[in-house]
């Protein structure tokens, strides 16, 4: 949809732009109550069941020569976090607290699993219903064809778009009006693998659920190691969602905001 | 906008969330909205599982080596350690409030009385998990024997262990290494003050479910005395906290509105979930 002259595009629908913000909502939420809940035990398994002796991830605080240190292992081996990982300053009084990740980064920001659980439940369900909503709009609009589903064409040019990518060279002009297939691709996986996954794995954690459906946890070998699965895609969304918004920013944050704001996106260069 | 600006603007807009997130739990309107999320997961729990779905059982290979004993390991009270140093001879489970007909069962009673035997997964609200294999006596025999009236909705379970004191928190310690006897809670002096023993409850779809039974054996022994001994409930199909140790008394009710803090159960009182099949 063109608005005066030629150089403006109507780029995302009311519908994706309002999903798309609850989304961001509701991931920052289940993030950060989700670390909360980590912090309740604070180490990660493979199987069934938790191998307390051997954890495949751990964070924990350790007395080192009369002082305490902040300690992050994988697979055994171990790396010193203190500040951030295991030992951390909480809040207001400054002091030192044993906790896996530190108070800015969890909701509640006291230790807190009771009311940790409660954000990420309540949010789980509107994540779930944005999604769903997010979902059937768009197949039923046309959106997922013809937005994300990368074109043969845009395969072939893959490689291109990945190395003008690491060049920080973006499209402009009319290039600009759709999706990169590089762009497609990674919004295809975080839609359909990481998200579901997150979904699938959490609900495995939920002894209920494993009563409605056995094959659920053995699908992802057992519940530790759903829930193991579940920290680690919501690592690969952060990660995600770090590189999505330094994309934005690097290629026109005030045009990429007001076209996920607004609507509209300005086709005629860069204008900040 | 440059990158510092950004990074300090996301830095500010985390605790900004961290903040407002503490504020909206603390607010009336914010933490009825939180609570409402249970409801719907109960629902949506109920209508999945229906009455009958089982949890998962494993084999006897799957059994934990260490199982972890998680809240009271022992409990601190002299009338129980009376019931423990005898082996639990004396001990009695008082199922009364909305039944037919009120019993009292000793250990060999609940022996007699028709067994399962499940191997199922523990999973503790904390995130760990356990498989371990429990014996005992299916709830549902006994609600059957006593004859649950038309108004009863839950079954309550209240325990042996007390889990807040009136007078100080040293009895726990000084039980926990050793010095038990001397130093132990009285039951008269507890129940002349305000003392909080554990307690919990459950629907009479979970209470009459065929997994849900009263354990007196664990992995092929007695229940010893970190896992709950002489009987501990067993939920299948929900967190860890529901399945009470130290079982005394069953009381069937039509509300635990009345009861501990009127949140059905000592962790409910304190914040978590009374449904916790999640």
Redesign the interface.
Known sequence: MAMSGERWIFRHSAAVRVTHWINAFCL??LL?SGLQ??N??P?L?LG???D?DHPVFSISAERQQDRLVGVTKAFGLGVTTTGVLGLSTAGDNGEEAVRAFP????????Q????G???H??FA?LFLLNGTLYLVYSVVSGHMRRDLLPSSAGFRSLGRTLRDHVLMRFPKGDAARHYNPLQQLTYLVVIFVLLPLMVLTGLT????????F?PL?ALHGG??SA?TVHFVAAAAILLFAAVHVAMV?VSG?FNNMRSMITGNYYLGGALE | ?NRRH?VTAG?AA??G???G??RI?GTSGGGK??????W??YRA?RI??GAD????E?SES?I?P?F?SNGTGDPPDKSYKLLARDHFQNWRLRIDGLVERPLDLSLSDLRSLPARTQIT?H?????????GKWTGTPLSEILTRAGAKTQARFAVFHCADTMEGDDDSGDQAASSEGLADAKAKTAAQTLDNRVVRYYESIDLIDALHPQTILAYEMNGQPLSIPYGAPLRLRV????GYKMAKYVMHIELADSFATIGEGRGGY?ED????WYA??
């Open positions: 920052t939420i950060m809940i980590f309740a035990h180490a398994y069934k069941q938790s307390f108070s800015w980064a969890t909701v509640p920001s006291g807190d699993l009771a009311t659980r409660r954000w439940f309540a369900w954690m939920s002894p209920g659920i494993d009563a409605f056995h946890a519940r530790q829930r920013l944050a | 906008m950004f830095a985390l605790s969330v961290v903040v997130c503490d739990a909205g939180l609570h409402a999320a249970e719907v997961t729990q999945l599982l779905k089982l949890a998962p494993f799957d934990a260490h972890r997964r999973d503790c609200v904390e995130g760990w998990s356990c498989i299948e199909r929900q967190l962790w304190r914040g978590y979930e099949g999640i």
